[in-house]
């Protein structure tokens, strides 16, 4: 919608093929039906891409500024909350209605239901566009329509229920781009170790340290939640499309997740800390182990880490092993999880990976295809939570639309 405005907006006359029965459906499952559509730090630290300096020439030419700009002169009102920015209506609605009703304004064509399932380069110039109707009691193969330009918006294969199913992936290959591999991301990982299960529910701010082999990969910081199946939360959705494509690449591999549950105490701190309590054995002798550690995380997590250190809750500290009792004050600093894999792409918010970026201009034309861009998810840009993959869809689309109907070409 961003783009097919943006090339209107250029006077050019713009088709939308769109295989739901309405636009802009996964925009209002956003931010928790509130759309968290951007922020005001904005670098791109908060991306991953096979081509990063690009992805940030984009981000430079159309940020934050340029999509609050876009918004109000749709007539949406924004409203910042630390830094992220909202709807003023705090409703997701709003902001597909603005795009909608532009859409509509600008003259923009939308087939609905169409799904588009093959894209041809003409030899005379322009491309041939095949689709069918989705509706099954209107199915009728075959139909072409020709275009000068084209645009490739069809997001990845997250969230495939809101129409994104992946076949995005199959038009650019069709038309020879290079699709890198597409994991899912912003998402719920899985972990080996049944004793999951006994502290499921917990949630903890912790520092997740991801591990392959020695070698510290990726981590991150916040509000973890332990769950049933292995680990969730903000903290986990940050670095799940990096695992996600670590585990690919080692084929059946697991990763280290070392979690970290108090991140505030400095080394030497902590080691202050053990050593001071170590110090009050003697005086709490009649205390157990379960009593001993009482206080310092959520009971659950004591609970087992006791367990996994071989002692019984009921022992009396004086006779605990000295080594029993610093594994456990350890595993409060170094808790290892094995993870396995993730959630599915129905959870997944986006996916990692895509059409590279090698193979695009700054104005996200195929180096290879003239006259064909590339928007949104589709690309191999994905961002942090916190509105910087609708960010890289205002960004990308609004580029790619004004490229598309002449805006930033010489001729
Ligand atoms: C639950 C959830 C919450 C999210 N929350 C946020 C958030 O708060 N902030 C944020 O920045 N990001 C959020 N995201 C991510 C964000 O929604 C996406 O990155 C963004 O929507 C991508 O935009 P897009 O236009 O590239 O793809 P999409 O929004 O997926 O749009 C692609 C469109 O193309 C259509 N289509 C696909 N293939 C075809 C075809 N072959 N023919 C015809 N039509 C086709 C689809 O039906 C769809 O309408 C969230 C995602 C999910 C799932």
Request: with cysteine; charged share 25%.
């Amino acid at each position: 919608m961003a783009a097919a405005i943006s090339a209107a907006r250029e006077g050019a006359c713009v088709t939308i093929y769109e295989r739901n029965d309405r636009l802009g459906k996964k925009i209002l499952a956003t931010g928790n039906g509130k759309c968290n559509l951007g922020n005001l730090s904005l670098s791109i630290e908060d991306y991953h891409s096979d081509n990063p300096s690009l992805a940030a020439r984009c981000l430079e030419r159309f940020g934050t500024r340029e999509t609050e700009a876009f918004f109000h002169s749709l007539g949406l009102m924004i409203k910042e909350k630390n830094g992220y920015l909202y709807p003023k209506s705090e409703q997701a609605s709003s902001v597909l209605d603005v795009l909608r009703m532009a859409v509509e304004r600008y003259g923009v064509r939308v087939v609905y239901e169409a799904k588009v399932n093959s894209l041809k380069r003409k030899k005379d110039g322009g491309f041939e566009l095949g689709w069918e109707m989705e509706a099954s009691d209107s199915k009728s193969p075959g139909q072409r329509e020709i275009f000068d330009h084209v645009i490739l918006a069809c997001g990845s294969k997250a969230a495939p229920k809101t129409g994104s199913d992946g076949s995005g992936y199959q038009l650019a290959k069709q038309m020879g781009l290079t699709v890198t591999e597409v994991v899912p991301a912003l998402v719920q990982l899985h972990c080996r170790e049944d004793y999951c299960k006994s502290i499921a529910g917990v949630r903890a701010e912790a520092k997740i340290h991801i591990r392959d082999g020695r070698q510290c990969v990726v981590s991150e910081q916040g509000e973890l939640q332990l769950t049933e199946y292995g680990i969730s939360g903000i903290p986990v959705f940050q670095l799940s499309g990096q695992v996600n494509q670590l585990l690919k690449e080692q084929k059946g591999k697991d990763l280290i997740a070392e979690i970290d549950f108090l991140p505030e105490f400095s080394k030497d701190e902590w080691n202050q800390f053990v050593e001071e309590r170590m110090g009050e054995i003697p005086r709490r002798n009649c205390e157990t182990a379960e009593s001993f550690f009482t206080g310092m995380l959520h009971k659950k997590l004591m609970l087992l880490f006791m367990k996994l250190a071989g002692l019984k809750t009921n022992t009396l500290v004086k006779d605990a092993g000295k080594e029993q009792l610093l594994t456990v004050f350890r595993l409060c600093r170094e808790f290892t999880l094995h993870i396995t894999g993730s959630h599915s792409y129905d959870h997944a918010q986006i996916c990692a990976g895509g059409v590279s970026m090698k193979e695009v201009s700054a104005s996200l034309e195929a180096l290879k295809v003239p006259g064909l861009y590339l928007a949104g998810e589709l690309l191999h840009v994905d961002g942090r939570c916190g509105g910087y993959n609708l960010q890289w869809a205002w960004t990308s689309g609004c580029l790619a639309g004004r490229a598309a109907a002449g805006k930033d070409k010489k001729k």
